[in-house]
Each structure stands twice: as C-alpha cells, then as structure tokens.
C-alpha cells in the first residue's frame, strides 16, 4: 500500500541540527523526495536521493536512506530561523504501465526558536 | 527561474457554482500532476497527466471534478457543482518523466474557498 509517514512537528534552537524522520512504503520507488513548504506558497524541491544511495549531502542538507527498514531522514545543520516551514517526504512508487506518482506524507512542522 | 503559473490565486465562490483552476506548466514537462491541500486530509493527488493524456484521476470524485490539458501549455481542474467541502488549496506541478530525480516543480496553489 501507499503510505508515508512523519512525525508532526519538531521543534529546534537556532543553530541546532534539525532531524526529520520519514517512513515510506513502497520498494519500487525509485527516487525518494524532500519539499519544503513556507506559509502561502507551493512545495518547493529541496532534495532526492535514489534508492541505491545511503547518503547525500547537499551544503546544510543531509540525507539518509536505509532502504531495509524504508526509513528516510533529512538532516539539518546549523538550522536557522528561515528554515521554519512544514518538510513533506515523498515517495515516487512504480505502477504497473510504466508510470510513478508522487506520495506526500503529512508534512512536518519544522519551528525555530532563537 | 522556470515557473508553472496557477490562476487564479484565490476563489471564493458560492455553493453550486462552477469553479475553474487552471494550470502553465513549464515549457518542456511532460508530466502535470492535480493536488489538493487541506488540514485533514494533507496532500491527496487527483490527477496524473503524462504527455496530456490522463494516466491516472482514480483520487478525484467523478461525479463533480474533471481534469483535462487541451494543450501542452494549460491543464485545466474543473469542480461543478462545488461544495464546501471541496474549499482547499489546489496545486499544480510539472516535471518529466524520465528525468525524476529533478523532481516536480509546483505552482503556487489556488486557493478555493466555497460558501
């Protein structure tokens, strides 16, 4: 089945590595997704990793795959207040024709306090 | 910076009435994807377009909503008679296929408010 999942929020101290964990289902993704979303706007791309990756780092980003477990986490060093936002994980499940589709968890509230 | 345009950005209409949403994605995508956005439900996709053809709409009520690209450069989420329940903010994004690993690009949303 689909289903991806997020805790609902976290809350951090300016300056502080922020983690955000995910849980996905679907093994045939191939590309697994982080979006950022800032109040009023659209998702916007922040990162992916494929899925024969364990790790990418991406300047403050870093993401970790365990592809056993489907676990999904970002990473996010010296975290500041503009990167107060919800954090959606996507997964991207193959379906049978030949096509994927993007599965958004719940989104989880990233607040920064100083 | 390539966008995919949405208008309009806010709609309040009454009960009944027919809303129209519609989507530019960027020049070149192939692949158009319908979400809606609410507090209950999070981001739930309606439709799935891949070289203007509908691949897959199994998440859009079909008695009320309909979803088409008449061509490349428009989709287009069609709702009548609308409801209040389907009050959400609807977003539309582009990418191609292949090419995944750039991800999607969304618009901005309408924000549909029905009373």
């Known amino acids: 089945g689909e289903d991806v999942e997020q805790s609902l929020f976290l809350s951090v101290r300016e300056g502080d590595s922020s983690v955000i964990n995910c849980t996905y289902t679907d093994s045939s993704s191939t590309y697994l997704y982080w979006y950022k979303q800032e109040p009023g706007a659209g998702l916007q791309l922040l990162t992916y990793i494929f899925s024969n990756m364990d790790m990418k780092q991406d300047q403050r980003l870093t993401v970790l795959l365990n592809k056993k477990d489907k676990h999904l986490s970002l990473r996010i060093a010296d975290t500041q207040t503009g990167d107060s936002a919800i954090y959606f994980c996507?997964?991207?499940?193959?379906?049978?024709?030949?096509?994927?589709?993007?599965?958004f968890g719940a989104g989880t509230r990233l607040a920064v306090h100083p | 910076d390539a966008r995919v345009t949405q208008t309009p950005r806010h709609k309040v209409t009454e009960m009944g009435q027919e809303v129209t949403m519609r989507c530019q994605p960027i020049?070149?995508?192939?692949?158009v994807f319908w979400y809606r956005q609410t507090m209950m439900q999070g981001l739930e996709l309606l439709a799935y377009f891949r070289n203007r053809a509908p691949l897959d709409d199994s998440g859009m009520p079909k008695d009320r909503f309909s979803a088409e690209m008449p061509d490349a450069t428009l989709a287009t989420l069609k709702i009548q008679p609308s409801e209040p329940r389907d009050s959400a903010v609807y977003f539309c994004?582009?990418?191609?296929?292949?090419?995944?690993?750039?991800?999607?690009?969304f618009g901005s949303g309408t924000r549909l408010t029905v009373v």
């Open positions: 996507a997964e991207s499940p193959m379906f049978s024709g030949g096509y994927n589709k993007l599965i």
């Open positions: 020049l070149g995508h192939n692949t």
């Open positions: 994004a582009s990418g191609l296929f292949p090419g995944q690993e750039r991800g999607y690009t």
